[in-house]
């Protein structure tokens, strides 16, 4: 029996400035979800693992829907690794929210709604997660999807470069970004091998990413 009231484990709500993607700088909602399948060596969210209380999914629209703001993130943790998230992000289609997922490219990403604008990372060596990736998930892609690779080093980014070249038909997203591990990767160290490598004649959608909310609210993990 189908549940009439799905509900999710939330970490938080806000209302923030996008951080990252081709939409960084905007204002937007996050909805971040509980849970997570992996532990990446990086994480910079670790409190959302565990943490959260549970939602019902009309709770969480009635949470977002007085910000002045159109544009909703939805992310975690990791939100496929909650079976509800998928109404959730038909729900906000449907009310003309402009839905974006950043997803951990664990989980199978084709059964979501066509609407959302999936953002999927591919777990490079240094996050000790690459054994997780789901390369099947890269043929599913659509043209408004974005592809990043966080990059802690440059075998990370070499190892990117091996995964574009086993998949030219990624040209035909909207980004492939490239974001170096804050604190860890100094940004201009791969915006010099972005340049010497040439990527961006077989893949002009390439793109340096920093975390911009890194740089406007150093040192806060949380509502940024």
Not at 6 to 21: D, K, M
Not at 42 to 59: K, L, N, P, S, V
Not at 109 to 132: A, Y
Not at 146 to 166: H, V
Request: proline share 6%; glycine share 6%.
């Amino acid at each position: 029996m189908m549940n009439d009231n799905p509900t999710l484990r939330i970490s938080e709500i806000f209302f923030s400035l996008q951080g990252e993607s081709t939409h960084a700088g905007k204002p937007c909602l996050f909805i971040r979800l509980s849970g997570c399948n992996l532990r990446c060596h990086y994480c910079d969210t670790t409190f959302a693992w565990h943490e959260g209380q549970i939602m019902e999914i009309q709770t969480i629209i009635s949470a977002i829907r007085d910000y002045p703001c159109r544009l909703v993130e939805v992310t975690g943790g990791e939100p496929l690794h909650q079976q509800a998230v998928h109404s959730l992000l038909s729900t906000l289609c449907d009310l003309d929210y402009q839905v974006l997922l950043e997803t951990n490219g664990s989980y199978p990403i084709d059964d979501l709604d066509p609407r959302v604008i999936r953002i999927m990372d591919m777990k490079c060596p240094s996050s000790g997660m690459e054994p997780h990736n789901r390369y099947d998930n890269l043929n599913k892609l659509k043209q408004h999807d974005e592809l990043k690779f966080i990059i802690a080093d440059r075998r990370d980014f070499n190892w990117s470069l091996e995964i574009l070249n086993r998949y030219p038909e990624l040209t035909k997203i909207t980004a492939v970004l490239f974001s170096p591990v804050h604190g860890r990767l100094a940004p201009e160290e791969p915006a010099e091998w972005i340049k010497d490598s040439g990527i961006s004649l077989r893949f002009p959608n390439t793109r340096l990413q920093v975390a911009l909310h890194k740089y406007i609210w150093p040192g806060r993990s949380q509502g940024v």
